[in-house]
C-alpha cells in the first residue's frame, strides 16, 4: 500500500503547491486534492487550472491519488429540497470532470445524510426517503462516472446514515456499477463498530481508504486524535486491507490541526503511517 494524505491535514492558508512541497518533503507518495466552491481548485476552475495543479504534483515528484469535496455538507444528494439535490448532482458531476483532467481514479462524496449533530440546524431527512434519494442520485450519477472513467467512492462518515457494513454494502450492491464504490475511512466508524469489520464486508468495494484515529473515551468530535493515539486496532486494519487485496493508496486525513507548528503534524503523520504499513526499522 501507498501512503498519500489529504490537502485538509494541512495548515489554515495553505495553497495547492505548498501543500504538495510540503507532502513531497514528509515523504508522502501522494497527495488528495480536494474541490472547493469558489477560488483555488473549486467549481469555478476551468481546465488549464486544472492541469496546473496536475503539472506541479508531476514537477514535484508526488501522485495525486484522489479528488475530496467538503460541499456535501452544505448541497446534500438527500436533501428535502429537490434544488439542493439537483445543485449536489450538479457538484458530482464537476468533481468527476476535474478528476479526469487531474488524472485521479476517484472521488470522494458524502452520500447525503438523515441528520447532523455537529452542524447546527441541519436539515434532518427521515431515514427511508434519504435512501430512496441517494439511491436514485447514485444510479444516475454512476453513468457520469463510467462516462469519464473516474470511481465514485461514497465515504461513510457521521450522517446517521448507511450505518452498518452491511447497509452500506447492499446499497453499493443495488447501483451494480464498478465505478460506485466506498472511500472507506477507518476512523469515522470506531464510535460505532470495528473498521476491521467493515474492511472485509466491503471488501473489494473499497476504492479508496482513509486513515484517523479516534479515542472512545473523549466522543464526539474532540475523539479524533493523532494517528496511534486512538483506538483504532491499526495492525488489524493493515492485516484486514491485506486479506481483501487492497494494495492503492491509504491516505492520511487529520484533524483537528495544531494550534502551534501547524506543518508538524504533516511530518508526524508520515511517520505513523510508516509505522502502521511496516515501512520503518
Known amino acids: 500500500m501507498k501512503k498519500g494524505i489529504n490537502i485538509w491535514s494541512f495548515p489554515s492558508g495553505s495553497t495547492v503547491q505548498s501543500s504538495i512541497t510540503l507532502a513531497k518533503e514528509a515523504g508522502f507518495d501522494g497527495i488528495e486534492l480536494a474541490l ?17 495543479y496536475k503539472a506541479q504534483a508531476e514537477d514535484a515528484g508526488i501522485a495525486l491519488t484522489s479528488l475530496a469535496s467538503g460541499l456535501y455538507w452544505t448541497y446534500a444528494l438527500t436533501s428535502n429540497q429537490a434544488s439542493i439535490r439537483a445543485k ?20 470522494l462524496v458524502v452520500p447525503g445524510a438523515v441528520g447532523v449533530d455537529f452542524i447546527p440546524d441541519s436539515e434532518i431527512v427521515p431515514y427511508d426517503q434519504a435512501y430512496d434519494y441517494a439511491l ?3 444510479a444516475q450519477l ?9 470511481a465514485i467512492g461514497i465515504e ?29 475511512d477507518v476512523g469515522n466508524v470506531l464510535f460505532s463498530g470495528y473498521p476491521e469489520h467493515w474492511i472485509r464486508i466491503l471488501n473489494k468495494r473499497i476504492k479508496k481508504v482513509h486513515f484517523k484515529d479516534y479515542r472512545r ?24 486491507l491485506r486479506d481483501v487485496g487492497y494494495e492503492d493508496y491509504v491516505i492520511a486525513e487529520m484533524i483537528p490541526p495544531y494550534k502551534h507548528h501547524a506543518k508538524q503534524i504533516i511530518l508526524n503523520t508520515s511517520g505513523s503511517m510508516d509505522a502502521i504499513l511496516g515501512r520503518s526499522s
Open 36 to 52: 472547493n466552491e469558489t477560488g483555488e481548485l473549486s467549481l469555478e476552475s476551468k481546465e488549464q487550472e486544472l492541469l496546473g
Open 88 to 107: 449536489a448532482k450538479d457538484i458530482v458531476k464537476k468533481q468527476l470532470e476535474s478528476a479526469a483532467i487531474l488524472g485521479v481514479d476517484t472521488i
Open 136 to 138: 436514485e442520485a447514485f
Open 142 to 150: 454512476a453513468e457520469e462516472a463510467e462516462a469519464v472513467k473516474v
Open 156 to 184: 461513510n462518515v457521521w450522517n446517521k446514515f448507511l450505518l452498518s457494513p452491511l447497509e452500506l454494502r447492499d446499497f453499493i450492491d443495488k447501483i451494480n456499477s464498478p465505478y460506485v464504490g466506498s472511500y472507506f
Open 217 to 240: 473515551d473523549a466522543g464526539g468530535l474532540h475523539g479524533f486524535v493523532d494517528l496511534l493515539a486512538g483506538d483504532v486496532n491499526y495492525p488489524e486494519v493493515v492485516k484486514a
